[in-house]
């Protein structure tokens, strides 16, 4: 007989329990220890994917930061070079005003000069007139300067016109008359007499009569009542002289350098 | 010379005897335990292990394929029962080349012990997966005409892998045991080559068989 039924059973039971003892020392051990390698490769491979992921996004927020940082960059210069450019504009600007300033500063004073130089040659002038007049008048005509001006005064006042007149001294509610007389030279007693009989005769009214010096009078002599002035001038032949000294200097004046900063003012 | 181990009986009491196959099984029981326990104390999960360790995670990985490429997804419920068979036949094949050594797979009890095995495994997996009815279904698949023809074959295909297991180990220890008598100088170690050959063969053959017809049982597709 091949077959021993009770080997047979003996087998069986051997097989199974030569199955659960490498089940428990061999398979199970095995597989958990291949199952715990291939967790733990799976968990560093999602670590890794993490790192990789948080190292993208690292780089990909550097990346943001760097072309924010250009774009700053490139905004900051592009304000500063505007900034600089404007400044530089302003810094001109504050030249040229002062340069102007500088330039309507020296065109001023140089005005004053001119009307100062003007002023003076008006004034000896004058005097130099009113001396020749007078030194010719008393060496050709044996007569004064002031007695002729007076003279010629009177003769103009009692060539007036009967209406002048009136207006001159007749104020309305007044009925008294104020006359005031200036004159460029002291008047001499007789002159001032002369000239006082002159126009107490030629008005209506008695008129209260005072004499003043001004030596700046460009005129010889001047009436003043009531707001009318009559005066006897030279102002005339003056500003025809000094027209004509003005056109002279002017002339003579070298022209001003426009953007000259510290312009030297021309003395003539 | 005798055909079986079971021949040679150490001990016996009526019934019950300790003969060279249990004596023998033991012994591959003893040995394939000690070594799985001692190589197993110090595994590593880590990705650096032991080379011994390797050797193990190759062969528990290999059966584990094999199970899963006959249609067994779920190859962690099997691998106890289909490995065992695979590793207890290797070993007891393989471990001929030892002088004095008979295979308790060339007995035909143990060859039937395993062979019984499967047949009551298969449908206890297959009631496992399946339930009572389920399985039970599976014998009238493709039609009840099929039953009788079923039931035939789940005992025939039982009888087969008792018999190739025994008829091919018991045949290859006979043919050397012959040729060391005709000539005993160079053939017989040819032979015993080609035995080992066949005892790798015949240990897939029958793993792989027992795998087949559970898969066949868990799908209820009938024997």
Known sequence: MLID??????QAVNFLILMWLLKRFLYKPVLD???????????????????????????????????????????????????AQAARQQLLEAARAEAAALRAQWQEALDR???????????????????????????????????????????????????????????????????????????????????TQTVQSMLP???????????????????????HKLEWSIADYLTALEASIGDLLHTLTPPAAPTAPHPEPAHV | MHLSSDELIF???????????????????????FGAWLITRKLSDDIFISRWQHVLEVIVLGVKAQIEEVGLSQSRKYISFIGTLFLFIVVSNLAAVIPGYEPPTGSLSTSTALAICVFVAVPLFGIRELGVLGYLKSYLHPTPVMLPFNIISEISRTLALAIRLFGNVMSGGMIIAILLTITPLFFPVVMNVLHLLTGMVQAYIFSILATVYIAAATRGEGA
């Not at chain 1, 009214?205 to 707001?227: D, H, K, M, V, Y």
Request: with cysteine.
């Open chain 2, 11 to 33: 001990w016996q009491y009526g019934f019950a005897k300790l003969n060279l196959t249990i004596v023998t099984t033991w012994g591959l029981m003893l040995a394939l335990t």
């Open chain 1, 205 to 227: 009214i008695q008129p209260s009569i005072r004499f003043e010096t001004e030596p700046e009078l460009l005129s010889g002599i001047e009436l003043i009542s009531n707001g």
């Open chain 1, 113 to 195: 000069e001119q009307q100062s130089l003007s002023r003076g040659i008006a004034t000896r002038t004058r005097q130099e007139v009113f001396a020749i007049t007078r030194k010719t008048l008393t060496d050709l005509a044996d007569t004064g300067l002031e007695a002729r001006m007076v003279a010629v005064f009177i003769r103009r006042l009692q060539a007036l016109g009967m209406v002048e007149k009136v207006q001159m001294c007749t104020p309305a509610g007044q009925k008294d008359c104020q006359v005031l007389i200036r004159s460029a030279f002291l008047l001499p007693p007789t002159e001032q007499a002369a000239l």
């Open chain 1, 33 to 83: 220890a291949i199952d715990g390698r291939e967790q733990r490769l799976l968990r560093q491979m999602q670590d890794m994917q993490a790192a990789q992921a948080a190292a993208a996004q690292e780089r990909e927020e550097f990346e943001r930061k760097n072309a924010e940082f250009e774009q700053q960059h490139a905004t900051l210069l592009e304000q500063a070079t505007t900034e």
């Open chain 1, 5 to 10: 039924w009770f080997t047979v059973g003996a």
